[in-house]
Nanobody, 127 residues
Framework: QVQLVESGGGSVQAGGSLRLSCVAS????????MGWFRQVPGNEREGVAS???????TYADSGKGRFNISRDSAQNTLFLQMSSLRPEDTAMYYC?????????????????????WGQGTQVTVSS
């Protein structure tokens, strides 16, 4: 089991950027397939991006060309760089860990394959 703590959320205007971070502890970060998800109240949690142990990435269509997921195993940290933010990106963002080195798309963006979750960080984009 791995503990995950997100940070970096905030309020920005449309067109702005944010960088989310997720620090992992309690287990070997480098063996986990990692993902970012988001959720708006009343809606299901949806996959945003994921990254395998070796750095293979998968993006939801909503974030392609605007979001970049990366990981730093030395710091046990997962990142999500978000640019050209839109009001529809407003949500609580969660990081998650799957006890598998690699998960192929589209499963990589499914909540079902992730075992551990952080508490979330709020992102609000105003128009």
């Amino acid at each position: 089991q791995v503990q995950l703590v997100e940070s970096g959320g905030g309020s920005v205007q449309a067109g702005g950027s944010l960088r989310l971070s997720c620090v992992a502890s309690g287990s070997s970060f480098h063996v986990y397939h990692m993902g970012w998800f988001r959720q708006v109240p009343g809606n299901e949690r949806e996959g945003v991006a994921s990254i395998s142990v070796r750095g293979a990435t998968t993006y939801a269509d909503s974030g392609k060309g605007r979001f970049n997921i990366s990981r730093d195993s030395a710091q046990n940290t997962l990142f999500l760089q978000m640019s050209s933010l839109r009001p529809e990106d407003t949500a609580m963002y969660y990081c998650a860990a799957a006890a598998s080195g690699w998960v192929p798309p589209p499963a990589a963006l499914s909540t079902e394959i992730y075992n551990d979750w952080g508490q979330g960080t709020q992102v609000t984009v105003s128009s």
